[in-house]
């Protein structure tokens, strides 16, 4: 069904923004959600966000109004934009196409203070 292709981790100051990129090839996003997770050091994997098929959107309480997803179905690309971030945001943050158990190998996003 495809893989997944995280990428937009990198080094942020406190208050910054990113935009997470995830590309997924084949067929692997046609007609299904996709969700980010991410998982801090010495933590669990942890829910953010997902976006159904046609773009209905469902977010953790921790990143409500400050992250947002989309996609682009003609490109294979869902993204996550982030802003306002806090140091607990640092996390290695992973996308998943849950129908398919299918997970991509983690971006690292650092936030420092």
């Known amino acids: 069904q495809g893989q997944l292709v995280e990428s937009g981790g990198g080094l942020v100051q406190a208050g910054g923004s990113l935009r997470l990129t995830c590309a997924g090839s084949g067929s692997v996003f046609r007609g299904t959600a996709v969700a980010w997770h991410r998982q801090a050091p010495g933590k669990q994997r942890a829910f953010l966000a997902s976006?159904?098929?046609?773009?209905?959107?469902n977010y953790a309480d921790s990143v409500k109004g400050r992250f947002t997803i989309s996609r682009n179905n003609a490109k294979n690309t869902v993204y996550l934009q982030m802003n306002s971030l806090k140091p607990e945001d640092t996390a290695v943050y992973y996308c998943?196409?849950?129908?398919?158990?299918?997970w991509g190998q983690g971006t690292q996003v650092t936030v420092s203070s």
């Open positions: 976006i159904t098929s046609g773009g209905s959107t």
């Open positions: 998943n196409v849950p129908a398919y158990n299918r």
